[in-house]
């Protein structure tokens, strides 16, 4: 068990490591929504309500996003 979850923190390290050279090679910012780039980075989409919706990155990471209140 401790071998899967260090072999799990290493992939999810490479995969921060991944997205954060990605994101310094970009010369300019986004001016308009990319569906290309929303899914190399997005990989699942939670909608918990018609106002709250959480985003998880393929890192693992969660980004948790108030629509209207």
């Known amino acids: 068990k401790l071998l899967d979850e260090k ?3 290493v992939i999810r ?3 921060i490591d991944e997205l ?6 970009q010369d300019m910012p986004l ?3 990319d569906g290309d780039l929303f899914r190399r980075l997005i990989g ?5 309500s018609s106002a709250e919706v959480t985003f998880i990155f393929k ?3 969660e ?3 108030i629509l209207s209140e």
């Open 7 to 9: 072999a799990q923190k």
């Open 59 to 61: 890192t693992g990471i």
């Open 63 to 65: 980004v948790r996003e």
């Open 44 to 48: 699942k989409v939670s909608v918990k």
């Open 31 to 33: 001016k308009c929504f």
């Open 20 to 25: 954060r050279c990605f994101i310094q090679e």
């Open 13 to 15: 390290i490479q995969r």
